[in-house]
């Protein structure tokens, strides 16, 4: 097999950008799961509903509105549609999941299950699936040479941006005091509770800003993928296996393993292309005969 | 005799007489929601009675109709080739299952779960890759073949067969219920740790009951792929591992009659959404939302539960005859 | 109470009973009295853009323009959601045809679906029409005398690009390929097409199905210097290798192109013309082709508010013939039926100099057609240049030997 240095460094860099959108799609469901205890299935479904929100922002929310010029640009949306998508998903998490808490945890993971279906039949039924597409920004339009290859200047931003991202998540988790609170509620929230801190409005904003990750990956994906409502459940199963292999209790971890399966799968696709979505899955039936609590996880 | 027992000879005798009512019940209907039927009690084998919840079933099903219908595509004709195919397909589901199950049970819970999901995909992989599967033609066209010198070409053969053989899944899966395995394994459920303080090797009873279950899965799968005479990617996909979920759930976790009214329910809803089209995946999401947040007992259950507070209050209202009935009983978990 | 119950259930199926032999005495050339046209096709799923409702929409307008009856009998339309599940498609296909009186039934987008209800047809002697089905198992291995193929094949659409693109003169080509049967044989085909006329393949890449990131598989076609990268995939797969295509630059010189094996009109309505220009494709039927197929089109953007993709009009053309073979045999048997289609020239609105073939693939005129530049473009929906009309002769496949159907001649 002849690759040259330059294929191998170009298909590297491309495994990086996926391993962008697992790493924050992957940090979301472990910041979900370490206060809930709920594995989020409406995660696909939310990285959906942002890439449509911002879609209608920039094509089709001026013709509603009647001004045909007005457009909610990507910048805009970036901030909007996360926002929205959260706002949602705390709306969820107040009138429906929080019943469930008492349950076995099978019970939030089938309810985010049907909310998911829901989500993705409700888009399709007024979309269609054929999918939309969506420009990215001017400035970031046209591809950047990079000496071993041509890469769009959009990818490069995704790359930084989804990257700042994961490390200010982290920073906020790991180094902060309100970090240190969650990571409590994680350990204890009776204990917590009597601390006198509000454990039921802590976990609200907590699945919030976990789904609200998933809506900025889902912005950032919009000009990449085509958006569709199927464009989240597929990319999900991946990111439930990666999830498996970094261990749910770890944000760190999620994010580091997201990374390496996505450059993984970025050589897979030189080396034997047919087996790049399965690979993932045999590096984590792997991962469990050597360390059944994931790499970086806390046995549970 | 025990009330299972009763209801289920009232069940089967009134099955009998479907194919002499086609226009009141479809006979083909009916095979459908006792293949799914039975699928469905496989799972509840695991859900209900082993508390492990599983994400692969669907891995089961297929491989199970997979190998049943390409050995019956090659050896079909034999005398001996049904039965031959049929027993292969279980096994290879059981197979299956003790690969996915013995590196599940490596974690528990929520993980459990997820994992069975991951692997499953792995099955779904080999199936769309595999020449022998058909790819994503599936196997069509599968030839029924004849058991004990019983040609089952003909609709109505093959109902009383499915019926039969139906009837034989089911009493097993009660008999394994209500064995003293099943009492085992109803421990693990309810407290893994005093079972395994009681001596019990909790990790070997749930792969058992996990191969146990993938088997009967495989059962269902390998009728399944007779009567329609198909084996399709649908059959060992994510989605309809989801579906069996939803068919446990819809008519009772943890009941014997539960997983067939579930699936009773489900199929003849897919049926029915069928004609209305467009909304199919919204109505089962809608499905799913109002079973987990309010019906959780599902159909048979809460009708169990009915049945058991009425009786209590019957007995309570004996004892206390003199003083008022003040408040409905808290419900025992 | 349970007895009351039972006594109900014996009275209702014993009206069941009466009504039915009551139909049966009414027998005459149309079985039942009735002749019902049943389409079945994906309404929820990721088909559903080009057949869906539509193609119901097309059956219907063929059974308004034939006045809702042949031979005097009214002609009734059904319609439902096999959900892309062979299991539900035969299912209903069972039950349409023991109960439902249903005599045709047609569109089938996923080949499991198709080739289970052809199955059941058979047995039944009912009549199937692949309007949305390629598959080639459907004319060979798998051939029915009471099928017919009414579009395309995977064969043909390969070969129609492959052919054009050669003769401009692109002799190197490079396959980027969905990794299950479809996606292979339309690789195989087209690479066929290529080699024979001189052509050579440099490379293929096999993608996951549904793939995701396509960027890797393009830029591997790229730096393969291929004159042609051919998409051998379908929907979102084609839409998404495009769109991250147009991202790199790839395809955008005349020095290297890209061919999609097979797009309908809906994805690159999806893709915009804006990434889709330029690329050449094959499809059965444009709706701005001439005359008659715009007088159709429009009748069916009236109802739908879009125009109608080849499959969804391949609806209407075989509702539309079935229902004239009916008058013209005299009776709705389906074995009767299908021979007398045979015997007659098809030419209507979508299909022109069409015959069907012993095995069921209905051999008509191909569209060589060239997406539109933005600017070229007048409106909505106005999308292609038809560059050539591709002889049916010249795109579909020899019959083969693997249909029983062909060896008798």
């Not at chain 1, 929205?84 to 939030?108: C, K, P, S, W």
């Not at chain 2, 003199?322 to 409905?328: D, K, N, V």
């Not at chain 3, 079935?322 to 015997?343: C, N």
Request: glycine share 10%; hydrophobic share 50%; with cysteine.
């Amino acid at each position: 097999m002849d690759i040259t240095l330059q294929a191998f460094m170009a298909q590297l860099t491309i495994g990086l950008i996926g391993g962008c959108f697992y790493a924050m799609l992957s940090m979301g469901l472990a910041i979900i799961f370490g206060l809930l205890n709920i594995i989020n299935f409406t995660h696909g479904a939310q990285f959906m509903m942002a890439a449509f929100l911002a879609w209608i922002g920039l094509t089709q929310i001026g013709p509603w509105l009647g001004y045909p010029d007005f457009q909610i640009n990507f910048w805009v949306a970036l901030v909007i549609a996360p926002l929205i998508v959260g706002v949602f998903g705390m709306a969820i998490e107040r009138t429906l999941l929080r019943r469930l808490y008492h349950l076995d945890h099978l019970y939030g993971l089938l309810l985010t299950f049907g909310v998911a279906l829901v989500m993705e039949g409700g888009f399709r039924y007024v979309f269609g699936v054929s999918g939309q597409g969506y420009e990215p920004p001017e400035i970031l339009q046209g591809p950047v040479d990079l000496g071993f290859m041509l890469l769009p200047k959009y990818r490069i931003f995704v790359v930084v941006a989804s990257l700042l991202i994961c490390f200010g998540t982290w920073y906020l988790f790991e180094r902060t005091k309100l970090g240190a609170y969650l990571r409590a509620g994680t350990e204890n929230p009776r204990l917590l509770q009597s601390f006198g801190i509000n454990v039921p409005v802590m976990i609200t904003l907590t699945y919030g800003f976990g789904v609200a990750l998933a809506g900025i990956a889902g912005v950032l994906a919009a000009p990449i993928m085509q958006v569709t409502p199927l464009m989240g459940g597929n990319l999900l199963n991946i990111v439930f296996a990666v999830v498996v292999i970094g261990g749910l209790g770890s944000i760190l971890g999620s994010m580091m393993t997201g990374l390496a399966l996505g450059l993984i799968e970025g050589l897979t696709k030189v080396i034997y292309p047919e087996a790049s979505t399965v690979v993932v899955f045999v590096i984590m039936a792997l991962a469990l005969l050597v360390r059944p609590a994931g790499l970086f996880g806390r046995e549970v | 005799m025990s009330t299972t027992f009763k209801i289920f000879l009232v069940l089967c005798a009134a099955l009998l007489v479907v194919p002499f009512v086609p226009g009141l019940i479809y006979p083909v209907f009916v095979m459908k929601v006792l293949c799914y039927g039975l699928f469905a009690c496989a799972f509840n084998l695991l859900l209900g009675f082993t508390g492990l919840v599983s994400f692969a079933h669907a891995a089961f099903l297929g491989s199970a109709g997979y190998v049943t219908g390409a050995l019956m595509i090659r050896f079909g004709g034999h005398p001996l080739g049904m039965p031959a195919a049929f027993l292969a397909g279980v096994a290879a589901a059981a197979l299956v299952g003790f690969a996915i199950g013995g590196l599940a049970i490596r974690r528990k819970g929520i993980y459990f779960a997820m994992i069975t999901l991951a692997l499953s995909q792995i099955v779904y992989f080999l199936a769309v890759q595999f020449r022998w599967t058909g790819g994503e033609d599936g196997l069509q066209g599968i030839p029924r073949g004849s058991l004990f010198g019983l040609d089952l070409s003909t609709d109505t053969t093959m109902y009383y067969v499915t019926l039969g053989l139906f009837a034989v899944g089911f009493l097993f899966v009660d008999r394994i219920v209500h064995s003293p395995f099943g009492q085992i394994l109803q421990a693990v459920r309810d407290n893994e740790a005093r079972a395994t303080s009681l001596g019990y090797d909790t990790d070997r009873f749930k792969l058992i009951a996990f191969v146990l279950s993938a088997g009967v899965a495989g059962y269902a799968g390998a009728l399944k792929a007779l009567v329609f005479q198909l084996v399709s990617l649908n059959d060992v996909s994510l989605h309809t591992s989801t579906e069996v979920v939803l068919m446990t759930l819809l008519g009772g976790v943890g009941t014997i009659f539960g997983p067939l009214v579930g699936a009773a329910l489900v199929v003849g809803l897919q049926n029915y959404l069928a004609t209305i089209g467009d909304l199919v995946t919204v109505v089962i999401g809608l499905i799913f939302i109002v079973c987990v947040s309010f019906f959780r007992r599902g159909f048979v259950g809460e009708f169990l539960h009915l049945r058991r507070r009425r009786s209590e209050r019957a007995v309570r209202r004996k004892a206390l005859r003199p003083a008022p009935e003040t408040s409905p009983a808290a419900e025992p978990a | 109470m349970r007895r009351h119950w039972l006594g109900y259930t014996l009275r209702v199926s014993l009206c069941a009973l009466a009504a039915t032999s009551a139909l049966a005495a009414e027998a005459g050339k149309i079985s039942d009295g009735v002749v019902k046209v049943g389409i079945l096709n994906d309404l929820s799923g990721i088909y559903s853009d080009f057949t869906g409702k539509g193609s119901a929409a097309a059956a219907q307008i063929a059974i308004d323009e034939m006045g809702g009856k042949v031979l005097g009998a009214p002609v009734e339309l059904v319609a439902a959601d096999h959900q892309n599940k062979p299991d539900i498609a035969a299912n209903l296909a069972r039950e349409w045809f023991d109960q439902g009186k249903v005599d045709m039934i047609a569109d089938f987008p996923t080949s499991s679906t198709a080739l289970a209800v052809m199955e059941i047809a058979k047995q039944k002697s009912r009549v199937t029409m692949l309007s949305a089905g390629v598959a080639m198992a459907a004319i060979n291995e798998k051939c029915s005398p009471l099928n017919a193929q009414w579009m395309v094949n995977t064969y043909a659409l390969a070969a129609g690009t492959a052919k054009a693109l050669l003769a401009t003169g692109r002799k190197s080509w490079y396959f980027v390929t969905a990794d299950y049967t479809f996606g292979h044989s339309l690789e195989k085909d087209a690479s066929a097409v290529v080699e024979a006329e001189g052509g050579k393949v440099l490379g293929v890449s096999r993608h996951p199905f549904p793939g995701g990131d396509f960027s890797s598989f393009m830029l591997k076609a790229q730096s393969s210097g291929a004159q042609v990268i051919a998409l051998a995939n379908a929907g979102s797969d084609t839409i998404n290798a495009i769109k991250q295509a147009a991202e790199y630059g790839i395809g955008r010189s005349d020095k290297q192109v890209i061919a999609p094996l097979l797009t309908y009109i809906t994805d690159v309505k999806s893709l915009g013309l804006a990434k889709a220009q330029d690329m050449y494709l094959t499809e059965a039927f444009y709706w701005d082709y001439d005359e008659r197929s715009r007088a159709f089109s429009e009748k069916y953007f009236a109802k739908m508010k879009r125009m109608p993709s080849a499959s969804q009009a391949a609806v209407y053309s075989a509702t539309l013939n079935y229902l004239k073979a009916i008058e013209k045999a005299g009776t709705d048997e389906a074995g009767a039926v299908m021979s007398t289609l045979r015997g007659m020239t098809i030419d209507d609105a979508v299909i022109r100099n069409g015959h069907l073939r012993a095995d069921g693939a209905l051999v008509h005129d191909m569209l060589l057609l060239q997406v539109k530049k933005p600017s070229e473009s007048k409106r909505d929906w106005d999308f292609y240049n038809v560059r050539s009309v591709l002889k049916g002769e010249d795109v579909f496949p020899k019959p083969s030997d693997a249909c029983p159907l062909n060896a008798k001649g």
